[in-house]
């Protein structure tokens, strides 16, 4: 197994902050939109982004939460490992509001299929938008694309995306991680 | 990744302390899911539940069917009282015509004890006990743990006291086991004719004076009694029972700290429990209720995991 550095600590900053301003050009003050982090690893990048319009935007309020997919997910059962669940914490009304998922890798395209079913269950909302770090190109099982994107990935299918957080892992870092035994 | 040790959920005594954890774990996030605009997930789509009643019941059947409806599964309902089993079919005859509709899950509750074991030595489905005899009630003594972690913090190191008739109850066999799996002390209170002979064998403390009992325990498991498996006087009069055993305000004010009041129906107002108590803010029966829905959910979508497509 081999593992390339893709985005190292402070790429990965500059990227957040330009996706910030781009949710920023839409959304302006954010008084009528929502940021949903997808549970477990959208939510690392959701908080980050959160923090940073708050701080060096000034926006002052800004209406987000998480949400986990698994009871949403299409391979219940078609797994061989069982599915674990995580926290769902939306305490916000999304009704008529722009929602924002947020996630960090984009592959198939599935996840975001089960948060959109998911959401329903919160009420209708305006509109929903896609934010992920990265996109990876040509794997998509479904017609899904971001509307921002940190970086655009061409990865065949046997390599495998690793975002790390420093607030799970040692610093903040992508890695394409190769299986070289085939 | 987490699942559960076994196959089916026949009783509290084939669970270890991770299973518990982790159904705990599951029914958290099942109840916010209940607690949503929207009470209701996708995930068992193509589960087909039997809901098999030989014996009446109100409460567990209906949060079982709301636990399942909840989780999207197909389900059928079948009680004993309308079906062949009055024209002399056996337990096996009848599930396995059920199952070749296909069933992938069965919720039994039978009067005789060891049918949810027997049937899942003769039966490809995963069974869930819903109650067996006077034998065991798991999803019943789960979500009395479930509640008690959620109004004290946690299970371990509490003391719980289980009063009433203890011989005739499902509830409190049930209970017990969870309750020493999770680290809490067990004592059970009522007349000594309705007290298992051998309970303390297992650990369990055994005491007669109910002021006493209550002035030991953290949390106090009011059960019924119940009268529809006596079939011989076990105290002179429901009057004297409930002057001896039976809670009320009073007795409950006289105790110098604020204990946790728990029920799993049916209550007899009047009889084991007074009004006032059962209504009052010690009293926690009605976050049980709600809580059973959410711990059946995660039985349930846990069990479902392990069925092969």
Known sequence: MSKKLLLNAKEIDIIIHRLACQLLENHLDFNNTVLVGLQPRGVFLANRLVALLKKDYAIKDITYGSLDITFYRDDFRRREEPLEASSTNLNVTIENKKVVFIDDVLFSGRSIRAALTAIQSFGRPQSIELLVLIDRRFSRDLPIQPNYKGRQVDVINDEKVLVHWKENNTKDAVYIQTNSSK | ?309
């Not at chain 2, 599964?73 to 070749?100: P, R």
């Not at chain 2, 509490?158 to 109850?169: E, F, N, Q, T």
């Not at chain 2, 006493?212 to 019924?224: M, P, T």
């Not at chain 2, 728990?262 to 107002?269: A, D, E, K, L, Y």
């Open chain 2, 1 to 309: 990744m987490k699942q559960l040790s076994v196959e089916h959920l026949l009783g509290i005594k084939y669970l270890t302390k991770q299973d518990i954890d982790l159904i705990f774990e599951t029914a958290d996030h099942f109840k916010e899911v209940i607690n949503r605009p929207i009470k209701k997930v996708p995930s068992l789509r193509d589960i087909t539940i039997a809901n098999l009643f030989f014996e009446n019941s109100t409460r567990t059947k209906l949060s079982f069917e709301l636990a399942e409806k909840r989780l999207s599964a197909d389900i059928i309902n079948f009680s004993a009282s309308q079906s062949s089993v009055k024209k002399g079919e056996t337990l096996i005859d009848t599930v396995n015509n059920i199952l070749s509709m296909k069933v992938d899950i069965i919720v039994l509750r039978h009067p005789n004890e060891g049918a949810g074991v027997f049937l899942s030595n003769h039966i490809n489905a995963k069974i869930i006990n819903a109650g067996d005899g006077t034998h065991e009630h798991p999803t019943q003594a789960l979500l009395d743990s479930y509640s008690i972690r959620e109004k004290l913090g946690s299970v371990k190191g509490k003391k719980v006291v289980i009063i009433g008739d203890i011989l005739h109850s499902r509830v409190a066999l049930s209970n017990i086991f969870a309750l020493q799996l999770q680290g809490a002390k067990v004592m059970v209170c009522g007349p000594s004719t309705l007290i298992p002979k051998y309970i303390s064998s297992i650990g369990v403390q055994v005491e007669t004076n109910l002021k006493k009992a209550l002035q030991w325990c953290d949390v106090a498991n009011i059960l019924r009694v119940q009268n529809e498996r006596m079939h011989t006087n076990y105290f002179p009069s429901t009057r004297e029972y409930t002057q001896l055993f039976g809670i009320d305000k009073k007795l409950l004010d006289s105790l110098d700290k604020k204990i946790v009041i728990m029920h799993p129906g049916p209550i007899n107002r009047g009889v084991e429990i007074t009004s006032d108590v059962a209504d009052s803010e010690q009293s926690i029966i009605l976050h049980q209720v709600e809580n059973g829905v959410a711990i059946r959910m995660a039985i349930i979508y846990l069990l479902a995991q392990k069925i092969n497509r």
